[in-house]
């Protein structure tokens, strides 16, 4: 089956606690996204990457840090996680740059 | 990059048609107009995409006028299910960090 898959779905974690969020999709998709979601600020996208070894910054890339190593898996670092990254975040992919996203499930993290 | 804008919120009743309209007045050439559905604790699902005319697929048909300043995603008798936010983007074909800008969405809620 064609999925996203990030894990953990959940984590509650303290305020510089070094945490990575892994996403990986099996669609062979050149393209991923990391998006952040809060509410009343809708989607806003943290990193994206065109392929393997690139990547960019999206709306808001601070306190956070991508890596594209392998075509299908695109992980989430936070150094240094603080409150204010408190968050629901998701992975997305697509196959060119004008095709749709998949969306992962979702990650809900709590930093405290 | 063209900014968006759609209604904050719908209400509908199972069974209605239901269209929700985006402006989008400074849209370029290049850009293409894309629509997403997101469910509570979901990620965004695709639901169509256009770049002018009209598109339909077996859920939902879009509306683009000629001089593309707006769009509208038309729901056929819509049901409870049918309850979601939904996005709509303006994306560059060459620009992949440009093409999944989400704004607040609008928040479709269907009665009974």
């Known amino acids: 089956e064609a999925q996203v898959t990030q894990n953990p779905r959940y984590l509650i974690t303290v305020t510089g606690k070094k945490l990575t969020v892994t996403c990986s999709q099996n669609m062979n998709h050149e393209y991923m996204s990391w998006y952040r979601q809060d509410p009343g600020l809708g989607l806003r996208q943290i990193y994206y990457s065109m392929n393997v070894e690139v990547t960019d910054k999206g709306d808001v890339p601070e306190g956070y840090k991508v890596s594209r190593k392998e075509k299908r898996n695109f992980p989430l670092i936070l150094e240094s996680p603080s409150p204010n990254q408190t968050s629901l975040y998701f992975c997305?992919?697509?196959?060119?740059?004008?095709?749709?996203?998949?969306f992962g499930p979702g990650t809900r993290l709590t930093v405290t | 990059l063209a900014k968006t804008t759609q209604p904050i919120s719908m209400d509908s009743y199972e069974g209605q048609e239901v269209n929700i309209t985006c402006s989008h007045n400074?849209?370029?050439?290049?850009?293409?107009i894309t629509w997403y559905q997101q469910f509570p604790s979901q990620g965004p699902r695709f639901i169509i995409q256009g770049y002018k005319t009209k598109v339909t697929n077996e859920v939902a048909s879009l509306f683009i006028p000629a001089d593309r300043k707006s769009s509208t995603l038309s729901l056929p008798r819509v049901s409870l299910s049918d309850t979601a936010v939904y996005y709509c983007l303006v994306g560059d074909l060459g620009n992949y960090g440009q093409n999944f800008v989400f704004g607040p969405g609008t928040r479709l809620s269907v009665l009974p």
């Open positions: 400074n849209i370029a050439t290049n850009d293409y």
């Open positions: 997305a992919s697509s196959s060119g740059l004008a095709d749709e996203q998949y």
